[in-house]
């Protein structure tokens, strides 16, 4: 008498007949039939979302040893999960600490002759394989939420040539002594013509663009960010700014030696050559609109270099000034007054 085959669960029994396996033998081929078996049902909390691209941050250094320490701690203190983004420090011939600074640090650092900061940055550009690039002045710091701002940015607006955040100020000791809050929107050419100037640090872009426009030019100088923003926006091309406070701008000492005349110039020369009739931009009505807003901007900051040269002797530099003043009269005065005006109403408003 053959022993009975063992009670089977009910619920085993039926997932044996749902299965039914056929076993292979010789050049039979096994198939495997499974239960209806249902899916979950995909929702926006168990969706799989896209991995965000790091990017790669270039630091042009020069005499940097005083702030570059705390540049690159806050570059470092940047991630997407365990995933940090690449740095990359230019030690553009320094002869301080720089260096030395920078090797105690866990980033690249590549060191060149002096060739200014636009030859910095283009070296850094050519070493980046990423898909999106950040310059970070050196004297500057980053937020640790910066780029997940900007390439957010990029992702809700992908047809943008650049990003742009908002900013602290700090002061020499990196002490918050004001903030720059920037209204979410596109903006154009025309904007950054008419006064939307955002600094390298405040803006992420895409790598692929800046090389195919040719990187930075180094004639361009102190406006090197106007030219290669007009450069990237041409006449049909947006960026985007998102507002939110991406890095702290340092203001210092050093910077208030730069002279508002000669930035006036070179400013003046880049809008000259992008705007007028068969430039990149080719709007001579938006350069005499242009001429207008910046002699009133920078004709305020005329009187006190003038003072300044006057008393230090510096006949050049006074004689600059007057030649600016009077060639873009009557805007270069209007802005003047106006600033004498309100410093005699604040000096007034403390005596009283």
Known sequence: ????????????????????????????????????????????????????????????????????????????????????????????????????????????????????????????????????????????????????????????????????????????????????MLKPGRFSSRDVVMGTTPSFSQCMYRTADLKAAGGFRPEAGSCADHDINLRLLGQNREGYIHGEVVMSYRLHAAQQTKSPCKLFSKHMEILEEHLRAGGTIDNPVLLEKARKHWAFYYGQFFPGEFYRAVVHGRVSVALSILKASVMYFPHSIKGAAWHITKRLRKSSIRKS
């Open 1 to 180: 008498m053959s022993p009975r085959p063992p009670v089977q669960n009910p619920a085993t029994l039926a997932q044996i007949i749902r299965r039914r396996t056929l076993t292979s033998c010789s050049n039979i081929t096994v198939h495997k039939i499974e239960g209806n078996r249902r899916k979950p049902k995909e929702t926006e909390g168990n969706r799989r979302k896209p991995k965000m691209p790091l990017p790669t941050i270039i630091i042009p250094c020069y005499n940097s040893a005083k702030f570059i320490s705390q540049t690159l701690e806050s570059s470092l203190s940047l991630s997407l999960g365990v995933n940090k983004p690449q740095i990359i420090a230019i030690d553009d011939g320094s002869t301080d600490e720089t260096a030395k600074i920078i090797q105690r640090y866990p980033v690249r650092m590549v060191s060149q002759k002096n060739a200014g900061d636009s030859a910095a940055r283009n070296t850094g550009l050519g070493l980046t394989e990423t898909e999106f690039i950040i310059f970070l002045d050196h004297d500057d710091i980053l937020e640790p939420t910066s780029i997940i701002h900007h390439i957010t940015g990029f992702r809700q607006h992908p047809d943008a040539v650049m990003i742009l955040g908002s900013n602290f100020l700090i002061d020499q000791s990196g002490n918050r002594c004001g903030i720059n």
